[in-house]
């Protein structure tokens, strides 16, 4: 007990010191945030100091069953993606040609992204051709697995046709 002070007082001084600590400490938890992310967003820089967001690979969909739509779906490839019909799937399919874990996006060694097939039993297609191993995606590449089909595009990759 505080000398001086009666029990309701001296718990309403305790309270308040409890609080204004737990104050400076969310401001400084807060601060320390912040400043993390400042510093990681400060590491992308254009030529000119301007800061520029790295662009992500994605998956757009082309093709697919009503259930499973719309299309023109965006996916960014920002992590590794399983695609199937069960959990724990990142992207989950209603098609029945599709099988529980169909299909994974990884990241390629040296940039871009492979697609692999998940030992599926129908199997998965990139521009048609069945693939047995992982392939690497190029701009453009249509991969397909039931009735689903999605339209990969790299944004870091050269435009054919254009000069600078």
């Known amino acids: 007990m505080i000398p001086g002070?009666?029990?309701t007082e001296a718990t309403g001084f305790i309270l308040?010191?409890?609080f204004t600590v737990s104050l400076y400490a969310f401001v400084v938890v807060t601060f320390l945030v912040l400043r993390r992310q400042l510093r990681h967003s400060s590491s992308f820089h254009g030529p000119d100091g301007v800061g520029i967001q790295p662009v992500a690979s994605r998956l757009i969909l082309e093709v697919c069953g009503p259930a499973d739509g719309p299309i023109g779906r965006v996916l960014d490839l920002e992590r590794e993606i399983v695609i199937g019909r069960r959990s724990p799937c990142?992207?989950?399919v209603l098609d029945d040609a599709v099988?529980?874990?169909h299909?994974?996006?990884v990241p390629a060694p040296g940039g871009g992204w492979l697609v692999v097939d998940l030992g599926s039993t129908n199997g998965t297609?990139?521009?048609d051709s069945r693939i047995g191993a992982p392939a690497r995606l190029a701009t453009g590449d249509l991969v397909r697995f039931g009735a689903m089909v999605w339209r990969y595009v790299d944004p870091s990759a050269?435009?054919?046709g254009r000069t600078r």
């Open 158 to 160: 050269p435009v054919e």
């Open 5 to 7: 002070l009666t029990m």
């Open 16 to 18: 308040r010191i409890v």
């Open 125 to 127: 297609t990139v521009n």
């Open 99 to 101: 099988s529980s874990q």
């Open 90 to 92: 990142d992207v989950l």
């Open 103 to 105: 299909a994974q996006f």
